[in-house]
């Protein structure tokens, strides 16, 4: 028994499944974030170009009676409406976040881009930044 729960320890404390919770709770909290922007500013517009039309009443009874089955295809609309409306807010969350890690990347070259290269104090040869000794004249050099 205590081999076993030495193993699910192991198990549980990898990186891997401690990722995958954080992406599990961070992934329905978006899903809270996304279900408002559907729900709460994309389906009123919806609303106001199909003139208020409530999709999910559209349906055929397969019978007579109160308990008859009903065919609901109106449910079937709404559901694809509202899937294709997350689909939609969820490729445009991640396009605003790849635009934004691409301007991060953008400055963060344009900073290394500007900042001069190292020289050699001593024969002026250009060196890496981590450099302890220069590879052209062997020189030691002082640690910034």
């Not at 599990?24 to 974030?33: D, E």
């Not at 500013?41 to 109160?66: K, N, Q, Y």
């Amino acid at each position: 028994m205590r081999k076993f729960l030495q193993e699910f320890k192991a198990f549980a404390m990898r990186g891997n499944v401690i990722d995958m919770a954080v992406g599990v709770i961070i992934g329905s909290a978006f899903t809270a974030i996304v279900n408002s922007l559907v729900g709460d500013l994309f389906m009123p517009v919806l609303s106001l170009l199909t003139r208020g039309m409530d999709f999910s009443a559209l349906a055929i009874p397969l019978g007579s009676g109160e308990d008859a089955a009903v065919f609901a295809y109106g449910n079937f609309i709404a559901a694809v409406i509202n899937f294709l409306l997350i689909a939609l807010s969820v490729f445009l969350f991640v396009k605003l976040l790849n635009a934004a890690k691409e301007r991060g990347r953008k400055a963060e070259a344009a900073a290394e881009a500007a900042a001069p290269p190292r020289l050699c104090p001593y024969c002026r040869s250009e060196i890496a930044e981590d450099a302890t000794r220069c590879p052209h004249c062997t020189s030691i050099l002082e640690e910034k």
